[in-house]
């Protein structure tokens, strides 16, 4: 899978005018890690559960999380949709998920 970004070139001289280019990203060794935050994962507020899902949830790209739900979260794992859904009830108190209840 790759990336496509649109790049604009600054004009280098007089009468030069800008011109797309197309800069492809092939994959890297960082996609295949993801850092999460000491503070984060030492919060005891939060269960061992919604540490889980959002470590989880930090891997997914952008249309994996528009397809997420609890019940995806949880296919898989030992864990129940409910236990999943109570999870991001507390990741969403805790501000470091908004607007994720389905």
């Known amino acids: 899978m790759s990336v496509r970004d649109d790049w604009h070139r600054r004009p280098q001289g007089p009468g030069d005018s800008p011109e797309r280019i197309t ?8 996609d295949d890690y993801t850092m999460l935050a000491n503070a984060f994962l030492t919060d005891a507020r939060l269960s061992f559960t919604a540490r889980g899902v959002f470590a989880l949830l930090s891997t997914f790209s952008d249309s994996e999380w528009e397809a997420a739900t609890p019940a995806s979260l949880a296919a898989g794992t030992q864990h ?17 998920l908004e607007g994720a209840g389905r």
């Open 23 to 30: 800069f492809r990203r092939g994959r890297m060794a960082a």
């Open 80 to 96: 129940s949709v409910a236990e999943v859904e109570a999870a991001v009830s507390e990741l969403e108190s805790h501000g470091y």
